[in-house]
């Protein structure tokens, strides 16, 4: 398990900012800013936030009103009901049903800020050490060649699903403490179980390794 950042900054309904706003850590916007948003920290974004500016941090979780290019270097995960109007540039984008969503999507890798993005089509990460999840590849036993679009079903205080990108990677964010029960299907191979107990906020690593039927 990675362990969790634990500062948080809080902004809230009343707050009205302009400029350039940037922190450390993590911090959690419900009021008004304007200007420009900079950091390598973790962004959230109320449901009752409003932000026109163009937005450059390591993971956003939007469920406001965003106005303006959106640049993070692990994902963006947009809840409903948010709006986002503005180009989106991320390793991982999920957007959930019931959002709107004015613009593009680009998918990259960041080397580094200063070198600028490079290109590629998948992603293969952590989750934000924010967020509680369960992530890992799922491989080929033999060749060890990552698996495309394995169904991972994890079960516990819910049930969630997912599938694998060309990278043989898969995460499931915000999941309970608790035991959860994962299971792994690809066609053409045996099914893989496996159990992952979570206590307390940070990411949770499980590798399956399938063998062919």
């Not at 932000?51 to 640049?71: L, P, Q, R, W």
């Not at 990108?165 to 496996?194: H, Q």
């Amino acid at each position: 398990m990675k362990s969790a950042e634990k500062s948080v900054t809080f902004l809230g309904k009343e707050t009205k900012f302009e400029g350039k706003l940037g922190f450390e850590g993590l911090i959690r916007i419900d009021g008004y800013v304007k200007g420009k948003i900079e950091a390598k920290g973790n962004l959230i974004i109320g449901d009752e936030a409003l932000i026109e500016a163009d937005i450059h941090v390591s993971y956003a979780s939007i469920s406001g009103e965003v106005h303006g290019n959106i640049t993070a270097d692990q994902r963006v995960d947009i809840h409903a009901p948010a709006k986002v109007f503005g180009n989106i540039y991320a390793p991982a984008v999920v957007i959930e049903e019931g959002v709107i969503f004015e613009g593009h999507t680009k998918m990259y890798r960041a080397i580094d800020r200063a070198n600028g993005l490079v290109e590629a089509e998948e992603y293969q990460g952590i989750p934000p050490p924010n967020i509680t999840a369960i992530y890992g590849i799922v491989v080929d036993q033999n060749t060890g060649k990552p698996i495309k679009n394995a169904r991972v079903i994890c079960k516990g205080d819910g049930k969630f699903k997912t599938e694998t990108n060309a990278s043989g990677y898969y995460e499931l964010i915000n999941l309970k403490e608790g035991k959860w029960k994962l299971r792994v299907d690809a066609g053409g191979y045996r099914k893989e179980k496996s159990d992952v107990v979570i206590s307390g906020e940070g990411t949770y690593e499980k590798r399956f390794e399938l063998k062919l039927k």
